[in-house]
């Protein structure tokens, strides 16, 4: 009754106090028992003013600083919630497992990375069952299963069963982590099933999702949820490309995003936002499906590091036949532009107009040729030039160099002559770096 007259600050027992319960408890009019308890909380605070309203302010020199601390360095940051976001077909689930097998086993990352302490991983998935689908991929990936847990139901306080709700039952979900020895690892999938409200309003995602962030700080453990990619995208930002508001990016630290290409099945993982690291640069994968006595399930067979930004490493994955036709066109016709020196960007645009190449061509093009970008003065703009002749190396810009085309073979990344303990050589005398153009090679810098 205190809280509906809106009380505060507490003062209620006081005042309360004043009233003469006795005889109120002879009247049944409640607007009566109101109008008294006004009464005497206007008396109260008469004479017992409450206290102002406060900001509080820390000095910065109070606050002890601490370092991000990482599970996957550069990629995946403990008491931090992370986005995996993907087009269907491209194995985000997958990935999640291969990334949780190493965190209970402990070991080394695809890019080279050792990581030194396991620990227990959480999953809650509405997708897949746990028995016939992500237990066999488990299996497939190595996990040390005794550290790995499933989220199933919950009880009420009657003891009924209720199916877990990620957007209700996250404070309860807390409580257990203690209790297995702490989680290293939460996996989400998918991330939207935490909202109760509508997943496109800033304000509904914001709340759902402020929990879920919280819990991560305070236990410590990195939290991965899964994503997809919005329909009609294709070609816009990889981070504004997640399904659903804004603010799902906004909130995550990290924002990785994984793509296919339909016909040469090559896939890659990308790094589209980060607040805390390096957003660009990427790895190479594969999905392979292994048998394993009765039971059959995907693995991840991690290729070598690519760079470049998520947008050009996804562009190049998921440009169809002809879009790649004419962007090799585009790259010959750079290459012919500069082939006698360097060249002002401006004269480059309108030679590129002339020949029907647009501004965006172009720069893919200077960037998949590492073409260096040189500023000439402040009002003389800048010039482009071809790189120095080096020695011929792997174009680690290009992921289609770590695949094996399967029409050329069904023999997966592992049996690939470039392909030694996990990582791609980057030696030009494996298989991998046959045929591949020393035009192409050497590094680039600037900006235009």
Not at 116 to 129: A, F, H, I, Q
Not at 307 to 324: C, T, Y
Request: charged share 25%; net charge negative; hydrophobic share 40%.
């Amino acid at each position: 009754m205190a809280r509906g007259l809106g009380t505060k600050g507490g003062y209620v027992t006081e005042y309360l106090n004043d009233v003469d319960f006795s005889a109120l408890a002879e009247v049944n009019d409640r607007a009566k028992l109101a109008k008294d308890l006004r009464i005497a909380r206007q008396e109260f605070y008469a004479d017992h003013p409450p206290a102002k309203a406060q900001v509080m302010l820390t000095r910065a020199s109070d606050i002890v600083a601490e370092p991000i601390v990482w599970l996957w360095p550069g990629w995946l940051p403990a008491g931090k919630l992370s986005i995996l976001a993907g087009s269907p077909g491209t194995g985000k689930t997958t990935l999640a497992l291969s990334m949780a097998s190493i965190v209970t086993t402990g070991g080394a990352w695809p890019d080279g990375a050792v990581f030194r302490e396991p620990g227990n991983v959480l999953m809650w998935s509405s997708e897949d069952d746990p028995a016939d689908t992500l237990v066999p991929r488990l299996m497939a990936a190595g996990a040390d299963r005794d550290r790995f847990y499933f989220v199933d139901q919950v009880t009420d306080t009657d003891g009924e069963l209720l199916p877990f709700d990620p957007a209700l039952h996250i404070d309860l979900l807390a409580a257990r982590l203690e209790a297995i020895g702490g989680v290293r690892l939460l996996i989400i999938d998918p991330l939207v099933s935490a909202i109760s409200g509508d997943a496109h309003r800033v304000n509904d995602v914001r709340r759902n999702l402020q929990s879920i962030v919280d819990l991560a700080a305070r236990h410590r453990c990195a939290v991965l949820g899964i994503s997809h990619f919005a329909k009609g995208t294709k070609g816009s930002s990889p981070a504004e490309r997640v399904v659903g508001s804004g603010a799902f990016v906004a909130l995550a630290r990290m924002v990785m995003v994984a793509g296919k290409d339909e016909t040469a099945e090559r896939r890659i993982l990308a790094r589209a936002k980060s607040n805390i690291a390096p957003d660009d640069g990427g790895m190479a994968y594969a999905i392979e499906m292994v048998s394993m006595d009765d039971l059959e399930a995907s693995k991840v067979i991690w290729g070598g590091v690519i760079e470049g930004s998520a947008r050009e490493i996804l562009g190049d994955v998921e440009q169809d036949d002809d879009e790649k036709s004419g962007q090799e066109e585009a790259e010959g016709f750079l290459a012919s532009l500069l082939a006698s020196g360097p060249v002002r960007t401006r004269e480059i645009k309108s030679d590129a107009d002339g020949a029907g190449y647009n501004w965006k061509m172009m720069q893919r093009a200077g960037s998949r040729l590492k073409v260096e970008k040189r500023k000439l003065g402040m009002k003389e703009g800048w010039e482009w030039a071809l790189p120095k002749e080096t020695a011929p190396e792997v174009d680690t810009k290009n992921p289609e160099l770590y695949t094996v085309s399967p029409s050329a073979s069904n023999v997966p990344f592992r049996n690939h002559a470039g392909f030694q303990g996990g990582v791609f050589s980057n030696s030009p005398e494996g298989d991998i770096g046959k045929g591949v153009d020393s035009s192409e090679k050497s590094g680039g810098g600037g900006e235009v």
